[in-house]
């Protein structure tokens, strides 16, 4: 059976559209298209049902992607690490949200860089979500760190750790709003303050004003930056009222730098998952990563 046409196989599999796999591969649709069929015909079974967006495997596809994937994947490794038998190093390829990632699993992950004898490289991406699962679907990383638990059998996911929200502000602010008396109706007079976020969707506000407060916020944001440490540093400068994790706002807090306005009894939580390819903890390094992540998660919540 030619590689080139499994490879080509596991990335519709991965990508779930003939559209999606033909940019991945540097293909034309055509072409990708007339692969698929070749592959069925030798098999003598279909691989892929046709949707209208994208395709479905079949079972037989499925079992297909599930055996050849993982050896497709220890190729891609063999050729990203050469044949050097005396190199023991593996680069690993993280993706994950910028401040988690760089706050948290970066850190953690420098231990395996030391020269021990089991070395892994480091190279780490950033995205949402969804950009970080298609990346992972599709073969460009090995981890992924999500806050959204991809769906199906392609992908598994293990819970890494919560999130602790924090509704904060600088101490002048908290001294106008009076935190103090706040409560869970406190929701209305929060509303007058100016408000700093990542996104015109105000994402993490929202995500508290359901919890906390039962209600969707009646606010647009003042300033709004696309990364949470940013967003800290523009609530320090004291610009407004933002919903920061714990994590990333704890040293300013103990500072005097910000304050929390609310501590209300069951806090809104985040979780974030580590994702894999279901296979790939045949490569070592991918494994012990993995691995070392999820004991490093047991002090991060």
């Known amino acids: 059976m030619d590689i080139a046409l499994l490879r080509t196989f ?9 559209t999606r796999a033909a940019a991945l591969l540097g293909l034309s649709q055509p072409a990708v298209t007339s692969q698929i069929r070749t592959l069925e015909r030798q098999l003598g079974r279909p691989l892929f049902l046709r949707r209208a967006r994208g395709v479905t495997p079949t079972t037989i596809g499925d079992e297909l992607a599930h055996k050849a994937a993982p050896h497709l994947d220890a190729l891609v490794e063999i050729t990203e ?3 050097d038998e005396e190199s023991s190093v593996r680069t690993l390829h993280l ?3 910028p401040e988690f990632t760089a706050e948290r699993a970066l850190p953690a992950l420098t231990a395996l860089t030391r020269d021990d004898g089991q070395s892994i490289a480091l190279r780490a991406s950033f995205g949402t979500a969804e950009e970080t699962l298609e990346g992972l679907a599709a073969g460009h990383h090995d ?11 392609l992908l598994t996911a293990t819970p890494l750790c919560d999130e602790e929200h924090v509704l904060v ?3 002048r602010w908290a001294a ?3 935190s103090g008396k706040l ?4 929701a209305p007079s929060l509303e007058r303050f100016p408000v700093v976020e990542v996104h015109e969707s105000l994402p993490l506000v929202t995500r508290y004003w359901t919890a906390v ?3 969707r916020p009646a606010v647009a944001g003042t300033v709004v930056v696309s990364d949470l440490r940013a967003v800290l540093s523009c609530v320090i400068a004291g610009a407004g009222l933002a919903v920061l994790p714990r994590y990333l706002c704890d040293a300013a807090l103990d500072r005097g730098e910000i304050v929390a306005l609310l501590d209300p009894p069951v806090p809104p939580l985040r979780t974030y998952f580590l994702a894999v390819r279901t296979g790939t903890f045949a490569l070592p390094h991918i494994a012990r990563a993995h691995e070392w992540l999820l004991r490093a998660a047991v002090d991060w919540s």
């Open 10 to 18: 596991v990335t519709v599999h991965r990508a779930g559209s003939f």
């Open 169 to 171: 502000a600088a101490p």
């Open 95 to 97: 993706a994950g949200p």
């Open 81 to 83: 690490t050469g044949l």
């Open 213 to 215: 407060f039962d209600s």
């Open 143 to 153: 981890l992924a760190i999500t806050t959204v638990r991809p769906r199906g059998t």
């Open 176 to 178: 106008r709003i009076g």
């Open 183 to 186: 409560h869970r109706d406190a």
